[in-house]
């Protein structure tokens, strides 16, 4: 004996299926965004493994019919790990050093009732809004005026602070209850003090926002790397890949070689990302209730 639903059952049952139906179409929507973003990665990854002609004649394929590790055993007999050392102490520097400027300027313009820094902060927008390309002829000038150039102190120093870096800091110590550093100062705590144990444990998350953003600049930076040295001890891999690009090892396409550069340089900044990505940009870290 079949049972029949009640128009009470029917009229609920009719929003969960809507909302199964959504679901899906929002899962199909993502999956297929998602594979046009990564399509373009498996394709560099499945070429790096192919032979010259093969990626010639068949780039779109992500199967190699003739499985080689050529690409990489060319790279690496090049100037690539010279490339990678200067890499990895750049990013590293650069990295450690924006976390620092970048965190001490973004606590004062949002905490300390310093004079002007409205104004302060406003030059950081202009600063954001200016196009990196004017700047590149007056930062080769600067550099040549210092004695830096050609050097790694002219690679690292004029990148240890950026201004989208300081606003995301400053937005974020905005956020926090001005309760909590009041009643530090009250407790007779100094701005060293309420900086480094309340302020900065509280924005944890920025700062690992600003972890991968600095790494993933500096990593990925060649403008400046362009301007700043002609050494080729000083070429980091943008540079050197760049050279790649424009035929420096041999004649013909060397599609793998320069895929295998690429590839190379894209697993550091996605496995730290895939490492903190549930860390960016938290704000329920920290805080007190007002």
Request: with cysteine.
């Amino acid at each position: 004996m079949s049972e029949t639903l009640s128009p009470a059952a029917h009229r609920a049952g009719a929003p969960r299926g809507r909302r199964r139906w959504g679901r899906g179409t929002s899962y199909l929507a993502l999956g297929l965004l998602a594979a046009l973003y990564i399509f373009p990665f498996l394709l560099s990854l499945a070429n790096s493994f192919k032979s010259d002609a093969e990626a010639a004649n068949s780039p779109m394929s992500l199967i190699p019919q003739n499985f080689t590790t050529a690409a990489y055993e060319r790279l690496f007999q090049s100037d690539m790990p010279l490339w990678l050392g200067n890499t990895v102490l750049i990013t590293v520097l650069v990295t450690l050093g924006r976390m620092l400027f970048d965190c001490l300027a973004g606590y004062a313009l949002a905490c300390l009732p310093l004079k002007g820094r409205g104004l302060v902060y406003a030059g950081f927008v202009a600063v954001i809004a200016v196009p990196p390309v004017v700047l590149l002829i007056p930062k080769f000038l600067v550099l040549k005026e210092l004695g830096m150039y050609d050097s790694y102190a002219g690679l690292i120093i004029p990148l240890l602070a950026d201004a989208a870096g300081v606003m995301i800091m400053r937005n974020f110590f905005l956020g926090l209850p001005p309760s909590i550093d009041e009643a530090a100062r009250i407790d007779g705590a100094g701005v060293v003090r309420r900086f480094w144990q309340i302020s900065l444990p509280m924005a944890r998350s920025a700062v690992i926002t600003l972890l991968i953003l600095s790494f993933q600049a500096s990593w990925n930076e060649l403008p400046h790397m362009i301007v700043a040295a002609q050494d080729p001890n000083l070429f980091t891999l943008t540079k050197g890949t760049a050279q790649l690009a424009s035929g420096a090892l041999s004649a013909g396409s060397q599609f793998p070689i320069k895929l295998a550069a690429a590839t190379l340089m894209t697993i550091p900044v996605a496995v730290l990302f895939f490492i903190f990505q549930r860390r960016i940009m938290n704000t329920t870290d920290g805080g007190a209730k007002e």
